[in-house]
Protein backbone atom coordinates (compact mmCIF):
# COMPACT_ATOMS: atom_id res chain seq x y z
CA UNK A 1 0.00 0.00 0.00
CA UNK A 2 0.74 3.69 -0.48
CA UNK A 3 -0.38 6.59 1.38
CA UNK A 4 0.47 10.58 1.24
CA UNK A 5 3.95 10.95 2.05
CA UNK A 6 3.02 13.62 3.97
CA UNK A 7 0.45 12.89 6.24
CA UNK A 8 3.65 11.15 8.70
CA UNK A 9 4.12 15.10 8.86
CA UNK A 10 0.96 15.62 11.27
CA UNK A 11 1.48 16.09 14.53
CA UNK A 12 -0.97 14.87 17.08
CA UNK A 13 -3.83 17.11 17.73
CA UNK A 14 -2.85 19.06 21.29
CA UNK A 15 -5.51 16.72 22.94
CA UNK A 16 -3.75 13.64 21.95
CA UNK A 17 -0.44 15.42 23.68
CA UNK A 18 -2.31 16.30 27.01
CA UNK A 19 -4.26 12.58 27.28
CA UNK A 20 -0.44 11.32 27.13
CA UNK A 21 0.87 13.96 29.61
CA UNK A 22 -2.30 12.90 32.22
CA UNK A 23 -1.59 9.20 31.05
CA UNK A 24 0.36 8.43 34.70
CA UNK A 25 -1.59 11.11 36.51
CA UNK A 26 -4.43 10.34 38.98
CA UNK A 27 -6.70 13.53 39.52
CA UNK A 28 -7.79 13.93 43.06
CA UNK A 29 -11.79 13.34 42.51
CA UNK A 30 -13.02 14.87 45.70
CA UNK A 31 -13.23 17.45 43.39
CA UNK A 32 -15.57 17.25 40.38
CA UNK A 33 -14.19 17.72 37.13
CA UNK A 34 -14.01 20.60 35.05
CA UNK A 35 -12.51 21.19 32.15
CA UNK A 36 -11.42 24.27 30.66
CA UNK A 37 -9.33 22.70 27.85
CA UNK A 38 -11.64 22.22 24.87
CA UNK A 39 -12.33 25.31 22.84
CA UNK A 40 -16.07 24.58 22.12
CA UNK A 41 -19.38 26.16 22.91
CA UNK A 42 -20.81 24.80 25.76
CA UNK A 43 -23.76 27.24 25.94
CA UNK A 44 -27.73 25.87 24.44
CA UNK A 45 -28.61 26.06 21.23
CA UNK A 46 -31.05 28.33 20.09
CA UNK A 47 -34.59 26.35 20.38
CA UNK A 48 -35.65 28.15 17.01
CA UNK A 49 -32.41 26.66 14.73
CA UNK A 50 -33.51 23.28 16.35
CA UNK A 51 -36.98 23.92 15.04
CA UNK A 52 -35.94 24.80 11.99
CA UNK A 53 -33.87 21.86 11.56
CA UNK A 54 -36.50 19.80 12.08
CA UNK A 55 -39.06 21.98 9.86
CA UNK A 56 -37.22 21.59 6.62
CA UNK A 57 -36.27 17.51 6.24
CA UNK A 58 -38.36 17.48 3.58
CA UNK A 59 -35.01 18.92 1.65
CA UNK A 60 -33.25 15.30 2.05
CA UNK A 61 -35.10 13.76 -0.92
CA UNK A 62 -32.73 16.20 -2.79
CA UNK A 63 -28.38 16.35 -3.52
CA UNK A 64 -28.15 19.96 -2.35
CA UNK A 65 -26.36 22.17 -4.95
CA UNK A 66 -22.41 22.79 -3.37
CA UNK A 67 -22.96 26.80 -4.11
CA UNK A 68 -26.14 26.45 -2.09
CA UNK A 69 -29.40 27.62 -1.84
CA UNK A 70 -29.55 31.41 -3.30
CA UNK A 71 -31.65 31.84 0.14
CA UNK A 72 -28.74 31.35 2.14
CA UNK A 73 -26.27 33.20 -0.03
CA UNK A 74 -28.39 36.21 0.12
CA UNK A 75 -29.00 35.42 4.08
CA UNK A 76 -24.87 35.36 4.27
CA UNK A 77 -24.21 38.42 2.15
CA UNK A 78 -26.83 39.98 4.08
CA UNK A 79 -25.10 39.52 6.93
CA UNK A 80 -21.80 40.68 5.89
CA UNK A 81 -23.13 44.12 5.04
CA UNK A 82 -24.84 44.35 8.17
CA UNK A 83 -22.51 43.31 10.48
CA UNK A 84 -19.43 45.30 8.63
CA UNK A 85 -21.07 48.24 7.17
CA UNK A 86 -20.46 46.99 3.81
CA UNK A 87 -21.88 47.02 0.30
CA UNK A 88 -23.88 43.17 0.14
CA UNK A 89 -21.09 41.39 -1.55
CA UNK A 90 -22.82 39.52 -4.56
CA UNK A 91 -24.41 36.38 -3.45
CA UNK A 92 -23.63 34.71 -6.84
CA UNK A 93 -19.83 35.43 -6.84
CA UNK A 94 -18.47 36.48 -3.76
CA UNK A 95 -20.09 33.77 -1.25
CA UNK A 96 -19.63 30.21 -0.75
CA UNK A 97 -21.37 28.32 2.25
CA UNK A 98 -18.89 25.58 3.58
CA UNK A 99 -19.55 23.06 6.34
CA UNK A 100 -17.73 24.81 9.11
CA UNK A 101 -14.43 27.26 8.82
CA UNK A 102 -12.22 23.81 9.60
CA UNK A 103 -13.18 22.11 6.28
CA UNK A 104 -13.18 25.06 4.20
CA UNK A 105 -9.46 26.21 5.90
CA UNK A 106 -7.86 22.84 4.92
CA UNK A 107 -9.66 22.77 1.31
CA UNK A 108 -8.35 26.38 0.35
CA UNK A 109 -5.09 25.13 0.34
CA UNK A 110 -5.77 22.86 -2.06
CA UNK A 111 -7.35 25.19 -3.96
CA UNK A 112 -4.54 27.73 -3.73
CA UNK A 113 -1.04 25.95 -3.90
CA UNK A 114 0.86 25.62 -6.42
CA UNK A 115 3.51 23.18 -6.01
CA UNK A 116 4.80 24.16 -9.61
CA UNK A 117 5.26 27.53 -9.58
CA UNK A 118 7.58 27.67 -6.74
CA UNK A 119 11.25 28.30 -6.78
CA UNK A 120 14.05 28.00 -4.81
CA UNK A 121 12.04 24.98 -2.30
CA UNK A 122 8.37 24.07 -1.49
CA UNK A 123 5.92 26.34 -1.44
CA UNK A 124 5.20 28.45 1.58
CA UNK A 125 1.66 29.00 3.87
CA UNK A 126 2.22 31.01 6.32
CA UNK A 127 0.76 30.73 9.55
CA UNK A 128 0.19 32.60 12.95
CA UNK A 129 2.19 31.29 15.70
CA UNK A 130 0.74 29.65 18.23
CA UNK A 131 -2.24 28.90 15.76
CA UNK A 132 -5.55 26.60 15.32
CA UNK A 133 -3.56 23.56 14.25
CA UNK A 134 -5.83 23.00 10.71
CA UNK A 135 -3.24 25.63 8.75
CA UNK A 136 -0.24 23.22 9.69
CA UNK A 137 -1.99 20.07 8.39
CA UNK A 138 -3.32 21.91 5.62
CA UNK A 139 -0.14 22.89 4.11
CA UNK A 140 1.29 20.14 4.00
CA UNK A 141 -1.31 17.84 2.44
CA UNK A 142 -1.49 20.16 -0.19
CA UNK A 143 2.41 20.33 -1.30
CA UNK A 144 3.60 23.26 1.03
CA UNK A 145 5.13 23.91 3.72
CA UNK A 146 4.10 26.29 6.80
CA UNK A 147 6.03 28.75 7.85
CA UNK A 148 5.58 30.23 11.53
CA UNK A 149 5.51 33.75 12.52
CA UNK A 150 5.73 34.08 16.22
CA UNK A 151 2.84 36.05 18.03
CA UNK A 152 4.71 39.22 19.39
CA UNK A 153 2.83 39.91 23.36
CA UNK A 154 4.18 43.63 22.74
CA UNK A 155 2.40 43.86 19.45
CA UNK A 156 -1.04 42.80 20.77
CA UNK A 157 0.42 39.04 19.64
CA UNK A 158 0.58 40.63 15.78
CA UNK A 159 4.00 38.78 14.14
CA UNK A 160 6.44 40.91 13.25
CA UNK A 161 5.88 40.63 9.59
CA UNK A 162 9.17 43.35 9.05
CA UNK A 163 11.12 40.40 10.44
CA UNK A 164 10.68 37.81 7.53
CA UNK A 165 13.27 37.96 4.92
CA UNK A 166 12.25 38.70 1.25
CA UNK A 167 13.70 34.95 0.20
CA UNK A 168 10.39 33.67 2.28
CA UNK A 169 8.30 36.03 1.19
CA UNK A 170 8.92 35.06 -2.23
CA UNK A 171 7.53 31.48 -1.81
CA UNK A 172 4.52 32.56 0.57
CA UNK A 173 1.39 31.49 -1.87
CA UNK A 174 -1.27 30.99 0.95
CA UNK A 175 -1.33 33.29 4.41
CA UNK A 176 -3.36 32.68 7.35
CA UNK A 177 -5.05 35.38 9.67
CA UNK A 178 -6.57 34.36 12.26
CA UNK A 179 -9.00 37.14 14.40
CA UNK A 180 -10.17 37.47 16.98
CA UNK A 181 -7.34 35.35 17.51
CA UNK A 182 -7.25 31.03 18.96
CA UNK A 183 -5.69 31.56 21.47
CA UNK A 184 -4.59 35.04 22.18
CA UNK A 185 -8.13 36.63 21.73
CA UNK A 186 -6.44 39.59 19.83
CA UNK A 187 -7.95 41.66 17.02
CA UNK A 188 -6.18 43.05 14.39
CA UNK A 189 -5.88 46.77 13.59
CA UNK A 190 -6.74 48.55 10.55
CA UNK A 191 -2.71 49.10 10.46
CA UNK A 192 -1.90 45.83 10.71
CA UNK A 193 -4.21 44.88 8.14
CA UNK A 194 -2.89 47.71 5.92
CA UNK A 195 0.64 45.66 6.25
CA UNK A 196 -0.99 42.26 4.83
CA UNK A 197 -2.74 44.31 1.93
CA UNK A 198 0.72 45.66 0.98
CA UNK A 199 2.57 42.50 1.47
CA UNK A 200 0.19 40.73 -0.72
CA UNK A 201 -0.21 42.98 -3.43
CA UNK A 202 3.97 42.82 -3.57
CA UNK A 203 4.23 39.21 -3.48
CA UNK A 204 1.02 37.81 -5.36
CA UNK A 205 -0.03 35.49 -1.97
CA UNK A 206 -3.74 34.98 -0.98
CA UNK A 207 -4.70 36.33 2.75
CA UNK A 208 -7.44 34.18 4.43
CA UNK A 209 -8.70 35.63 7.54
CA UNK A 210 -10.35 32.87 9.93
CA UNK A 211 -12.56 34.95 11.64
CA UNK A 212 -14.89 32.66 13.39
CA UNK A 213 -14.79 34.48 16.90
CA UNK A 214 -16.12 37.28 15.05
CA UNK A 215 -19.23 37.63 17.52
CA UNK A 216 -17.89 37.34 21.11
CA UNK A 217 -16.08 40.30 22.18
CA UNK A 218 -15.67 42.14 25.52
CA UNK A 219 -15.10 45.52 23.96
CA UNK A 220 -18.16 48.43 22.90
CA UNK A 221 -17.00 48.17 19.63
CA UNK A 222 -17.22 44.45 17.56
CA UNK A 223 -13.95 43.19 15.93
CA UNK A 224 -12.79 44.66 13.14
CA UNK A 225 -13.29 42.32 10.15
CA UNK A 226 -10.75 41.67 6.90
CA UNK A 227 -13.64 42.54 4.42
CA UNK A 228 -14.47 46.06 6.28
CA UNK A 229 -10.96 46.54 6.69
CA UNK A 230 -10.12 45.84 2.93
CA UNK A 231 -13.16 48.44 2.14
CA UNK A 232 -11.62 51.27 4.33
CA UNK A 233 -8.80 50.78 2.54
CA UNK A 234 -10.10 51.24 -0.76
CA UNK A 235 -9.94 47.35 -1.91
CA UNK A 236 -13.12 47.41 -3.55
CA UNK A 237 -13.15 43.87 -5.17
CA UNK A 238 -11.40 42.01 -2.35
CA UNK A 239 -8.20 41.21 -4.39
CA UNK A 240 -6.38 37.87 -2.83
CA UNK A 241 -8.98 38.31 0.10
CA UNK A 242 -11.10 35.66 1.44
CA UNK A 243 -12.97 35.24 5.18
CA UNK A 244 -13.91 32.57 6.92
CA UNK A 245 -16.45 32.27 9.62
CA UNK A 246 -19.01 29.98 11.04
CA UNK A 247 -22.25 29.78 13.02
CA UNK A 248 -20.06 27.45 15.36
CA UNK A 249 -19.68 29.36 18.23
CA UNK A 250 -22.01 33.00 16.95
CA UNK A 251 -24.94 30.47 17.30
CA UNK A 252 -23.90 27.58 19.55
CA UNK A 253 -24.24 25.12 16.89
CA UNK A 254 -21.09 23.23 16.39
CA UNK A 255 -22.57 19.86 15.48
CA UNK A 256 -24.70 21.43 12.28
CA UNK A 257 -21.26 22.40 10.45
CA UNK A 258 -22.34 25.61 8.93
CA UNK A 259 -20.23 28.36 7.89
CA UNK A 260 -18.85 30.26 4.49
CA UNK A 261 -16.34 31.71 2.88
CA UNK A 262 -16.66 35.51 0.88
CA UNK A 263 -14.26 37.42 -0.86
CA UNK A 264 -12.61 37.72 -3.67
CA UNK A 265 -14.36 36.37 -7.12
CA UNK A 266 -11.78 34.36 -8.80
CA UNK A 267 -10.76 32.22 -5.50
CA UNK A 268 -14.55 31.58 -4.80
CA UNK A 269 -15.03 30.52 -8.87
CA UNK A 270 -11.55 27.99 -8.59
CA UNK A 271 -12.72 26.91 -4.42
CA UNK A 272 -16.78 26.11 -6.35
CA UNK A 273 -14.88 24.32 -9.09
CA UNK A 274 -12.56 22.55 -6.42
CA UNK A 275 -15.10 21.58 -3.35
CA UNK A 276 -18.03 20.49 -6.61
CA UNK A 277 -15.34 17.45 -7.19
CA UNK A 278 -14.41 17.06 -3.37
CA UNK A 279 -18.05 16.77 -2.73
CA UNK A 280 -19.01 19.22 -0.15
CA UNK A 281 -22.27 20.48 -0.75
CA UNK A 282 -24.26 21.63 2.59
CA UNK A 283 -27.36 19.56 3.59
CA UNK A 284 -30.36 21.40 2.66
CA UNK A 285 -32.22 21.03 6.65
CA UNK A 286 -28.80 22.93 8.00
CA UNK A 287 -29.02 25.28 4.87
CA UNK A 288 -32.60 26.45 5.72
CA UNK A 289 -31.43 26.08 9.46
CA UNK A 290 -28.47 28.20 9.01
CA UNK A 291 -30.60 31.44 6.92
CA UNK A 292 -32.89 31.77 10.14
CA UNK A 293 -29.50 31.40 12.34
CA UNK A 294 -27.55 34.68 10.27
CA UNK A 295 -30.98 36.44 9.62
CA UNK A 296 -31.27 36.47 13.72
CA UNK A 297 -29.10 38.34 15.97
CA UNK A 298 -30.96 38.48 19.33
CA UNK A 299 -29.56 35.49 20.45
CA UNK A 300 -25.90 36.60 19.43
CA UNK A 301 -26.11 39.24 21.73
CA UNK A 302 -27.80 37.20 24.50
CA UNK A 303 -25.20 34.97 23.70
CA UNK A 304 -22.10 37.41 23.74
CA UNK A 305 -23.92 38.77 26.91
CA UNK A 306 -22.87 35.64 28.78
CA UNK A 307 -19.28 35.67 27.72
CA UNK A 308 -19.13 39.20 29.10
CA UNK A 309 -20.71 38.63 32.33
CA UNK A 310 -18.36 35.36 32.74
CA UNK A 311 -15.21 36.97 31.70
CA UNK A 312 -15.97 40.10 33.73
CA UNK A 313 -16.18 38.35 36.71
CA UNK A 314 -13.28 35.10 35.81
CA UNK A 315 -10.63 37.50 34.97
CA UNK A 316 -10.11 39.60 38.21
CA UNK A 317 -10.31 36.46 40.21
CA UNK A 318 -7.32 34.82 38.10
CA UNK A 319 -5.76 38.35 37.46
CA UNK A 320 -4.56 37.68 41.39
CA UNK A 321 -2.29 34.81 40.62
CA UNK A 322 -1.62 34.76 36.88
CA UNK A 323 -0.35 37.18 34.23
CA UNK A 324 -3.99 37.18 32.47
CA UNK A 325 -5.94 40.48 30.40
CA UNK A 326 -9.21 40.36 29.45
CA UNK A 327 -8.43 39.78 25.57
CA UNK A 328 -10.27 41.54 22.90
CA UNK A 329 -12.63 38.93 21.89
CA UNK A 330 -12.92 34.87 21.68
CA UNK A 331 -13.59 33.47 24.64
CA UNK A 332 -9.87 31.88 25.84
CA UNK A 333 -7.65 33.51 28.55
CA UNK A 334 -4.30 33.32 27.54
CA UNK A 335 -2.60 33.15 30.66
CA UNK A 336 1.01 33.30 31.96
CA UNK A 337 2.43 31.29 34.24
CA UNK A 338 6.39 31.29 34.82
CA UNK A 339 6.53 33.83 37.22
CA UNK A 340 5.28 31.10 39.72
CA UNK A 341 8.53 29.58 40.56
CA UNK A 342 9.30 28.72 37.11
CA UNK A 343 7.02 26.30 36.69
CA UNK A 344 6.64 24.94 32.56
CA UNK A 345 2.93 25.11 31.31
CA UNK A 346 3.14 21.01 31.16
CA UNK A 347 3.96 20.74 34.68
CA UNK A 348 1.17 23.65 35.53
CA UNK A 349 -1.53 21.54 33.70
CA UNK A 350 -0.22 17.95 34.76
CA UNK A 351 -0.35 19.38 38.56
CA UNK A 352 -3.04 21.02 38.42
CA UNK A 353 -5.24 18.21 37.17
CA UNK A 354 -4.01 16.02 39.76
CA UNK A 355 -4.37 18.25 42.48
CA UNK A 356 -7.87 20.13 41.68
CA UNK A 357 -9.17 17.89 38.56
CA UNK A 358 -9.19 20.80 36.49
CA UNK A 359 -8.02 20.70 32.81
CA UNK A 360 -6.19 23.60 31.11
CA UNK A 361 -4.02 23.30 27.50
CA UNK A 362 -0.23 23.74 27.57
CA UNK A 363 0.41 26.61 25.61
CA UNK A 364 3.64 24.72 24.08
CA UNK A 365 0.67 22.46 22.61
CA UNK A 366 -0.95 25.26 20.39
CA UNK A 367 2.68 26.46 18.77
CA UNK A 368 5.25 25.25 17.10
CA UNK A 369 9.49 25.97 18.12
CA UNK A 370 10.24 28.24 15.98
CA UNK A 371 12.78 31.14 15.42
CA UNK A 372 14.21 29.71 18.52
CA UNK A 373 11.17 29.86 20.20
CA UNK A 374 8.09 28.51 21.08
CA UNK A 375 5.92 31.36 22.04
CA UNK A 376 3.17 29.28 23.25
CA UNK A 377 5.72 27.96 26.10
CA UNK A 378 4.82 29.30 30.11
CA UNK A 379 1.07 29.70 29.09
CA UNK A 380 -1.73 27.88 29.45
CA UNK A 381 -5.30 28.72 27.56
CA UNK A 382 -8.69 28.54 29.41
CA UNK A 383 -11.77 28.17 27.73
CA UNK A 384 -14.51 29.64 29.63
CA UNK A 385 -17.38 27.99 27.93
CA UNK A 386 -19.00 26.17 30.73
CA UNK A 387 -21.68 28.08 32.66
CA UNK A 388 -21.00 30.88 34.59
CA UNK A 389 -20.86 28.67 38.09
CA UNK A 390 -18.82 26.02 36.72
CA UNK A 391 -15.68 28.50 35.71
CA UNK A 392 -16.08 30.34 38.79
CA UNK A 393 -15.80 26.95 40.59
CA UNK A 394 -12.19 26.52 38.24
CA UNK A 395 -10.83 29.75 38.55
CA UNK A 396 -11.27 29.32 42.70
CA UNK A 397 -9.74 26.18 42.44
CA UNK A 398 -6.70 27.60 40.25
CA UNK A 399 -6.18 30.40 42.68
CA UNK A 400 -5.78 27.83 45.40
CA UNK A 401 -3.52 25.61 42.93
CA UNK A 402 -1.50 28.72 42.83
CA UNK A 403 -0.97 29.96 46.16
CA UNK A 404 0.27 26.53 46.90
CA UNK A 405 3.00 26.59 44.04
CA UNK A 406 3.95 30.20 45.76
CA UNK A 407 4.46 29.11 49.26
CA UNK A 408 5.91 25.54 48.59
C1 LIG B 1 -9.33 29.41 15.08
C2 LIG B 1 -10.38 28.45 14.65
N1 LIG B 1 -10.73 28.41 13.37
C3 LIG B 1 -11.66 27.56 12.92
C4 LIG B 1 -12.29 26.68 13.78
C5 LIG B 1 -13.29 25.73 13.21
O1 LIG B 1 -14.59 26.04 13.53
P1 LIG B 1 -15.81 25.49 12.71
O2 LIG B 1 -15.29 24.45 11.75
O3 LIG B 1 -16.73 24.91 13.71
O4 LIG B 1 -16.38 26.65 11.97
C6 LIG B 1 -11.97 26.69 15.14
C7 LIG B 1 -12.62 25.74 16.06
O5 LIG B 1 -12.37 25.63 17.22
C8 LIG B 1 -10.98 27.59 15.59
O6 LIG B 1 -10.61 27.65 16.87
Not at 126 to 139: M, T
Amino acid sequence: MTFHPHLAKLQPYPFEKLKRLFADTKPDTTYKAISLGIGEPKHPTPEFIKQALIENMDGLASYPLTAGTEALRSSISQWLARRYSIPAPNPATQILPVNGSREALFALAQTIINPEKCENGLPLILCPNPFYQIYEGAAYLSGAEPYFANADPARNFAPDYSSIPEEVWKRVQLLFVCSPGNPTGAVLSLDNWQELFDLSDRYGFVIAADECYSEIYFKTEAPLGSLEAARLLGRTNYPRLITLSSLSKRSNVPGMRSGFVAGDEEIIKNFLLYRTYHGSAMSPMIQAASVQAWDDEVHVQENRSKYVKKFAQITPILKEVLEVDLPDAAFYLWAKVDHLNGISDTEFARRLYEQYNVTVLPGSYLAREAHGINPGQNRIRMALVAEVDECLEAAQRIVAFCKGLITN
